[in-house]
C-alpha cells in the first residue's frame, strides 16, 4: 500500500531525507572555458585523456569520479553497497566496464540526457527506504564517442549545422547516504516519454521541450500545494 503522502502525482517524497555526502566532477578541454570549470575537480587540457580511443577516455573518467566521490566523502570500497550509473554509449558500456574495477554491485540504468538525475533518483529511494546505507550514483559522456554512435564519425569531417547541440565530455558522480551532513534530497519527480515527431538529430532541444513544460507545469501545481 502507497502512503498517500510520500507520493503526490508522479513526485515522490523523502520522508528519511537521503543526503549527498560528497561528489566529484570532470570536465573536458572545452567545458572547463565555462562556467562550470571553476567547479571540476579535474579539468582535462587533452580530451584523450592520455588513451587510445574516446571510448576508453568516457570510461576513465567515469572510474575515476567513482572512485574520487567516494575518497572525499572519507569512506572505502566496502563502505558502498551499490552502483548505480549508465552512459550515452550501446549496453551503457562505459559505466559497465568502469563497475569492474568496484567490488560493489552494480545496477546500470539509461535515460539518456537525465541518466544523472535518474540515478541519484534510485539512490535516495533505496536509501530512503532502509534498503541500503550508501550508494554511488553516477554518469559520464564523451563528445567524440556520442558524434560516433548518434551521428557522424568525426573521422568523416561532416559539416556540423548551426544548431546542433555538444554533447558534453565529462563525468559526475555523488555518494548518497543517511547523514547530518551534505545536501538534503527532499523529493524526486519522474518524467514520462513525450514523443513529438522531431526527427532532427541535431536538435535535441526540440525533442526534449514537450516533457520539460509538463514536468514545469507539476511543480506549479505540486507549488500551489503547498502553498494551500
Request: some cysteine; aromatic content about 8%; charged content about 20%.
Amino acid at each position: 500500500m502507497i502512503n498517500r503522502q510520500s507520493k503526490k502525482g508522479n513526485t515522490v517524497y523523502f520522508k528519511n531525507s537521503p543526503r549527498i555526502l560528497s561528489y566529484a566532477a570532470i570536465c573536458g578541454s572545452k567545458e572547463k572555458t565555462g562556467v562550470i570549470g571553476g567547479y571540476a575537480d579535474i579539468t582535462l587540457e587533452d580530451d584523450m585523456y592520455e588513451e587510445s580511443t574516446y571510448e576508453k577516455a568516457e570510461c576513465k573518467m567515469l572510474t575515476n569520479v567513482i572512485s574520487l566521490a567516494i575518497e572525499k566523502g572519507g569512506f572505502k570500497q566496502q563502505d558502498i553497497d551499490v552502483l548505480i550509473s549508465g552512459d550515452l554509449l550501446n549496453q551503457i558500456i562505459s559505466a559497465s566496464f568502469a563497475a569492474r574495477d568496484y567490488l560493489f554491485p552494480f545496477l546500470g540504468v539509461y535515460s539518456a540526457c537525465s541518466t544523472m538525475s535518474e540515478s541519484i533518483m534510485l539512490a535516495a529511494m533505496l536509501v530512503n527506504a532502509g534498503y541500503i546505507n550508501r550508494a554511488v550514483a553516477a554518469t559520464g559522456s564523451h563528445f567524440a564517442s556520442a558524434e560516433r554512435q548518434y551521428r557522424y564519425p568525426l573521422e568523416l569531417g561532416c559539416t556540423r549545422p548551426p544548431q546542433s547541440q555538444w554533447t558534453v565530455t565529462g563525468a559526475g558522480g555523488c555518494l548518497i547516504g543517511c547523514g547530518n551532513d551534505g545536501i538534503k534530497i527532499t523529493s524526486a519527480t519522474m518524467g514520462r516519454v513525450c514523443d513529438y515527431g522531431v526527427t532532427d538529430v541535431n536538435n535535441m532541444g526540440a525533442a526534449m521541450a514537450p516533457v520539460s513544460v509538463i514536468i514545469g507545469q507539476t511543480f506549479c501545481v505540486i507549488a500551489r500545494i503547498r502553498l494551500c
